[in-house]
């Protein structure tokens, strides 16, 4: 028993040392998606963390293995929809987001877990109504 246990604490150790890359991707300011305040307001608050490149990395992001995932999260979150690099994608990449997005703001998006340590990020009706009108216009 003790020494199975001496075996967990020595692994969780050591894969501290595989460290994930947190370093934000330095993107043109004028890529960046233009959107009224109120719905930036939004974006930023409760989107940005894994669909931008201005992620706010959390303590927890240095710790393995929840770094890993974390990680896994804001890659995968990036290439599905990125908002600092909105104006490099073409009309038609954009009008398939903004349809995805219009269905992800009413239950799926932001992901559980995130929802979880991150009170302030569950939209609320209000939130969704101001991000469904934005996009509903754009569409
Ligand atoms: C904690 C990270 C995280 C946050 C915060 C987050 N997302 Fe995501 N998002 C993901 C990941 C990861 C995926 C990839 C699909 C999956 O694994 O479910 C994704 C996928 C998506 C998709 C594509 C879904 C589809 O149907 O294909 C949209 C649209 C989206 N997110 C919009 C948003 C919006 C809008 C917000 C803010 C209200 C948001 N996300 C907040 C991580 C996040």
Redesign the pocket.
């Known amino acids: 028993m003790k020494r199975a246990f001496l075996i967990v604490v020595v692994l969780f150790i050591l894969i501290q040392f595989i460290q994930v890359d947190k370093n934000n991707p330095k993107t043109d300011p004028n890529l960046e998606v233009k959107a009224p305040k109120a719905v930036m307001n939004?974006?930023k608050r409760?989107?940005y963390?894994?669909?931008s490149n201005k992620t706010i990395w959390p303590w927890y992001s240095y710790i393995a293995p929840v770094s890993w995932s974390v990680k896994?999260?804001?890659h995968?979150?990036r290439?599905?929809?990125n908002f600092s690099i909105w104006n490099k994608y073409t009309k038609t990449e954009k009008k398939k987001?903004l349809n995805?997005?219009y269905?992800?703001?009413y239950a799926?998006?932001?992901?559980r877990?995130?929802k979880l340590i991150?009170r302030n990020?569950k939209?609320s009706p209000k939130d969704i109504q101001t991000?469904r009108a934005w996009i509903y216009k754009l569409e």
């Open positions: 939004i974006l409760s989107c963390d894994c669909h896994r999260h804001v995968d979150g290439r599905w929809v987001k995805k997005m269905k992800a703001v799926a998006m932001p992901i877990s995130y991150h990020s939209l991000l």
